[in-house]
């Protein structure tokens, strides 16, 4: 059977009034422009399609574009993903109660889908035990009108251990992309700047008898493709849309068209990524980074880890003794950060999605970096719902569950907060309003106890203090030269900290513009 090649607005013709549409992208990565702006046209046009349920893995969005389009109350009844950081549309659907909304972490959706595409019922796991996705806690719920209706979430003990099923979601229509189709509808990704899910997305859909739509930049006449470049068999292919506007429906990336450096065509000299300027993230990043041991493959998560750790790294020159991984699949390289999160340049491999969370969840990395938005005494952290607002979970429970060692990287406070530093010393400006540590978070992604009981090794670096996690709690293991305990640690948390009796001062370098020394530090702990 050959595919249907068909525009974006016919196409999108074929998504009915209470279907399940599964995409598959991260940020803006794979998003199929050309049918998701038809999609709302429609919609916003005629009222249909509505009712939807969008079935996602990671956060689809540049806070414009991707799966903001289904954002409308009345088109989409019901989200099932992972991430809406950068969707501010959806975390205001969420917070507003004007959708079903379900969070299942990210590794769990893509592992979800390869088990479906199986002819499994679902999908057997560890990950999420103990924290809000566990259905003894929230069942990964997100609002107030979520709370009454059904788990998609079992927990059971098998073979005397304690598991979470997840169960398996119908699916009607398929979006995914790629780069080039030949006339039999054979897809390639050349030119794309991840692998993702595509393969268990579209299985899973076949399976149940749906519909597979893949947007893609050009077509190439039958037999003329590598087979071994071909990610998904054409016959398992329904619709071909050819994009008529690539350069702004099939991006790259959010910040630009194509760039050779990001679908590892090309590398480029590491002296021409510039350093980034000394600012307060930075100098978290910079502690954070001392943590390391030689030899380590790492994961860096969406904000400062990412944002910063991966540049202190290259400006440190450690590249070479420090394996950098992204949840996208990324290995090695440099990579990028904010709306453009899970691409690097410079990478010395790039796996499928689903493949890249058999690693977190089986093998573990020796450190993952993850941002956090509250900490409670009894080592809990909340780094995905926050007043109400819903960023979700994205990879962040998949992966610190099972990593040797948790860095939490953040602010001691936020909103308000200024900081100078000067001769290897911390000046608080003006502190931030609203405390971080906390008596209890609002949301456990997190937990501390069965991390302890795990043996792992859970740190929190902030600009002015660091804490280790014990069994009895919280540790303040180190404060920055400049800084008051009692007035800017104590008296900034909800709770008493243990505080060492070998309480140490961060080291003044890190404060400075030039390079810290991070190589000799970790040439120290290699001996």
Not at 70 to 81: D, S
Not at 151 to 165: A, K, N, P, R
Not at 363 to 377: A, N, S
Not at 461 to 483: H, M, N, Y
Request: net charge negative.
């Amino acid at each position: 059977m050959r595919p249907v090649f068909l525009s974006g607005s016919q196409a999108a013709e074929l998504i009915q009034d209470g279907q399940t549409l599964l995409t598959v992208g991260m940020t803006l990565v794979g998003a199929s422009e050309s049918v998701l702006k038809p999609l709302e046209q429609r919609f916003l046009e005629t009222g249909h399609p509505r009712d939807l349920t969008l079935f996602h893995a990671a956060g689809q969005c540049d806070r414009e574009r991707g799966i903001q389009h289904l954002a409308h109350i009345g088109m989409t009844k019901r989200i099932i993903g992972s991430h809406w950081g950068l969707a501010p549309k959806w975390m205001e659907l969420i917070s507003g109660n004007h959708v079903e909304a379900y969070c299942i972490p990210q590794g769990q959706v893509t592992h979800l889908l390869r088990d479906m595409g199986a002819g499994h019922k679902g999908h057997l796991s560890k990950v999420g035990l103990g924290t809000f996705i566990d259905p003894r806690i929230e069942g990964g719920k997100m609002n107030q009108r979520t709370r009454e209706l059904p788990d998609l979430i079992d927990f059971i003990e098998f073979q005397g251990e304690e598991y979470l099923f997840y169960h398996q979601i119908p699916i009607d229509v398929c979006l995914i992309r790629g780069t080039t189709a030949d006339e039999n509808g054979n897809i390639t990704f050349e030119d794309e700047a991840m692998k993702l899910e595509v393969l268990p997305a579209v299985l899973a859909t076949k399976r149940f008898g749906g519909k597979v739509i893949v947007q893609v930049k050009r077509v190439a006449a039958k037999g003329t493709l590598h087979p071994k470049q071909v990610v998904i068999p054409g016959v398992i292919v329904d619709v071909v849309v050819v994009s008529d506007n690539p350069e702004v429906d099939h991006r790259q990336t959010s910040s630009f068209y194509f760039d050779p450096a990001y679908s590892g065509d090309i590398r480029v000299p590491l002296d021409s990524v510039e350093p980034t300027p000394l600012t307060v993230r930075k100098i978290i990043g910079r502690r954070a980074a001392m943590e390391l041991k030689p030899n380590s493959i790492i994961n860096l998560g969406t904000g400062i880890p990412n944002d910063e750790i991966g540049g202190v790294i290259v400006e440190e020159g450690v590249s070479d003794d420090i394996l950098i991984t992204v949840e996208s699949g990324v290995y090695g390289g440099v990579p990028l950060g904010g709306i453009d999160f899970g691409i690097a340049k410079n990478m010395e491999a790039l796996i499928e999605h689903t493949s890249q969370f058999d690693f977190y969840n089986g093998t573990g990395v020796d450190f993952t970096f993850m941002g956090v938005g509250q900490i409670d005494r009894h080592g809990n952290v909340n780094s995905t719902k926050f007043a109400g607002r819903s960023t979700g979970a994205g990879g962040f429970i998949d992966i610190t569950q099972f990593a040797k060692n948790v860095v939490f990287c953040t602010t001691f406070t936020v909103r308000g907060l200024s900081v100078e530093f000067s001769d290897g010393r911390l000046n608080i400006c003006r502190e931030g309003s609203e405390k971080k540590f906390v008596n209890e978070v609002e949301q456990i992604s997190f937990n501390g106890k069965l991390a302890m009981e795990r043996g792992q090794n859970v740190v929190v670096v902030t600009e002015r203090a660091v804490f280790k996690l014990t069994k009895d709690g919280w540790e303040l293991t180190e404060i920055a030269p400049g800084v008051d305990l009692e007035r800017d640690i104590l008296k900034q948390m909800e709770f008493v900290p243990a505080i060492s009796r070998d309480l140490n001062v961060t080291n003044p370098s890190i404060y400075q513009n030039h390079a810290f020394g991070l190589k000799n530090l970790l040439k120290g702990k290699g001996e």
